[in-house]
C-alpha cells in the first residue's frame, strides 16, 4: 500500500515552483517553447517506463534521456548560467552579504563618485545625446567589460559627456563603472527579450533591462529620442526620474567595493 504524507506534498510542491520558476527564466529567453517540449518528454518518458511497462520503447527512452542531460547542458548553457546567477543575486538571498560589507567598509558612494554622473546626465538630457552607464556591484561585469575599450578613468563629467557625443566612436555602446572608476565604453550588452517592455523604449532600455536581469548592477540610460533619463535595477525600470531622484536613488543603492 503507498503511503502518502506532508513530506511528499511538500516534496511536489517544491518540484512544481522550481520548474515555474525555470520555466519564468525560459520565456524571458524564448526558450519557454524548447522548455515544455522537454517537460512532454520527460512525462511521457515517466508513463513509459513506470506506468505502462513499455520495455523497448522504455529502453530506447532511457538511451535518449541519458544523452539529453548533455544535450540539455550544452542547449541552455547560457539559461543555466543565467538561472545560477539569479539564486546568487537575489536581494533575499544576498543581504546578509551586502550587511557585513556595508559594515565592515562603510564605503558608501559620496559626491565624488555619484555628482559628476547625475551632472552629466542632466546635460546629455538637455542636449538629447543617448547615454548608458552601468554601475557595477557586486556581481562582476568583467565579460561585458572586454567587450569594449579599457580605459580605468577617473569618474568624471566631461569625460562621460565626450564619450557619449554623438560623433564619439564609443557614443552607441555602454560605460561600465567599477570600483570608482570608469572601467570601460563601447561595451556590449546582452538584450532583454521580456514582453513587458513598453513599445516605446528602444535598444538602449532593453539591454539596460537585460544586465539587470543579469546581474545586481545599476544601468542609467539617457533617451536620445526624449531626453528622459531612466534606471534599470533588479529587471526593472525607473522611468522619468528627475536629477533630485537619480541622486537619492544612487546614495540609496551604490556602495562602492574597493
Known amino acids: 500500500m503507498l ?11 517544491l518540484v512544481a515552483l522550481l520548474l515555474y520558476y525555470i520555466y519564468k527564466l525560459m520565456k524571458e529567453t524564448r526558450s519557454a517553447k524548447v522548455f515544455s517540449g522537454i517537460l512532454i518528454f520527460i512525462l511521457t518518458w515517466l508513463v513509459v517506463t513506470h506506468v505502462v511497462d513499455m520495455r523497448l520503447l522504455g529502453g530506447i527512452m532511457d538511451q535518449l534521456m541519458s544523452i539529453g542531460a548533455l544535450a540539455m547542458v550544452i542547449i541552455f548553457q547560457e539559461e543555466i548560467r543565467n538561472f545560477f546567477s539569479t539564486i546568487g543575486t537575489h536581494r533575499r538571498m544576498n543581504i546578509f552579504v551586502k550587511m557585513l ?13 555619484i555628482m559628476p554622473i547625475v551632472m552629466a546626465c542632466m546635460s546629455m538630457s538637455k542636449q538629447k545625446v543617448g547615454a548608458l552607464i552601468v554601475i557595477e556591484r557586486e556581481v562582476s561585469l568583467s565579460e561585458e567589460i572586454k567587450t569594449g575599450e579599457l580605459l580605468n578613468a577617473n ?6 559627456e565626450t ?9 552607441d555602446g555602454a560605460m561600465i563603472i567599477s570600483k570608482k572608476k570608469i572601467r570601460a565604453a563601447g561595451c556590449i550588452l546582452p538584450v532583454s527579450h521580456s514582453a513587458d517592455i513598453p513599445k516605446a523604449l528602444g535598444l538602449r532600455h532593453r539591454s539596460a533591462l537585460g544586465i539587470s ?13 526624449t ?13 522619468r526620474m528627475t536629477s533630485e531622484a537619480l541622486e537619492s536613488f544612487l546614495r540609496e543603492k551604490w556602495v562602492v567595493n574597493n
Open 227 to 239: 531626453g528622459g533619463i531612466s534606471v534599470a535595477e533588479g529587471g526593472n525600470f525607473r522611468l
Open 101 to 113: 560589507r556595508q559594515s565592515k567598509s562603510g564605503n558608501v558612494s559620496t559626491n565624488e563618485n
Open 213 to 225: 536581469e543579469k546581474s545586481d548592477c545599476i544601468t542609467i540610460i539617457v533617451s536620445e529620442e
Open 3 to 13: 503511503s502518502f504524507g506532508i513530506k511528499d506534498i511538500i516534496d511536489i510542491l
Open 163 to 171: 564619450i557619449f557625443f554623438k560623433n564619439s566612436p564609443l557614443h
Open 155 to 160: 569618474i568624471n563629467q566631461r569625460l562621460i
